[in-house]
């Protein structure tokens, strides 16, 4: 398979490694410090691109692939606002795109387990849930695209709750019907997320650390494989089958 990188950085390297590990061939590899842009692909050179890059560069990004009838796999977080009008530009071409805020089986595996418990703490609503999420000092959004998908989970479930907000360390000062967020970022961590539910009586706590990247790269190019030769929009359940 014939893959076109869409950003260059440690997890783009990360993802060439495992691609490599498995006999794929990396065509392209498009970043602002490589000598290759999405102006100088050749489409018809390519199977599929894995696109890990900032929230200001992806919705041009995966719009190119569509137009070009590449289909794309995309990590990228904190650009959701436009994610209805990409879903919408691939069906209008006839294209294949995939995104998934976590390509970690594992972390996916979490957020069924979110939303299980979530379903059974409808009846006990005197626990107030929060959400602490950390990584790495580099990642620039937050909270992290994984925390918004268990937020936005335990808020659909609850209906004590109508929102998510970003939060302080002083998430107890927030209005009940909110879900508090806590981003922290420090040193190299991959990523770490926990999900509370805390009583006067005591504390319900599920969490999901992560070791390094490679569980993330490896369910991008995993994903990339079972995308090729097909045309829609698809998420984590469609591959997983959840």
């Not at 909110?178 to 999900?195: M, Q, Y």
Request: net charge negative; with cysteine.
């Amino acid at each position: 398979m014939n893959i076109l990188i869409i950003g260059y950085g440690k997890m783009g390297k990360t993802i060439e490694i495992l691609a490599l590990e498995r006999n794929h061939v990396i065509q392209y590899k498009v970043d602002q410090h490589t000598p290759d842009t999405l102006e100088s692909v050749d489409a018809s050179k390519v199977d599929v691109a894995i696109e890990f890059t900032q929230p200001g560069a992806a919705p041009n990004n995966i719009r190119f692939c569509i137009e070009h009838g590449i289909p794309v796999v995309s990590g990228t977080t904190g650009w959701l606002s436009h994610k209805a009008e990409i879903e919408t530009y691939c069906h209008q071409h006839q294209g294949a795109f995939f995104y998934a805020s976590n390509f970690s089986i594992g972390v996916n595996i979490f957020f069924k387990l979110n939303q299980y418990l979530a379903s059974l703490m409808k009846a006990y609503p005197d626990y107030r849930p929060t959400l602490e999420e950390i990584h790495h000092i580099h990642k620039k959004d937050a909270p992290s695209g994984t925390a918004i998908t268990l937020a936005e989970t335990i808020v659909h479930t609850l209906p004590n709750l109508q929102e998510w907000i970003l939060a302080d360390q002083n998430a107890e000062k927030l209005p009940n019907h909110s879900l508090p967020i806590t981003s922290v970022r420090k040193d190299e961590i991959p990523g770490t997320h926990i999900v509370s539910y805390s009583s006067d009586i005591d504390d319900i706590v599920i969490s999901h650390t992560a070791h390094n990247r490679k569980g993330f790269a490896l369910g991008a190019v995993l994903v990339a494989e079972w995308i090729r030769n097909k045309k829609g929009v698809f998420t984590m359940d469609d591959f997983l089958q959840f």
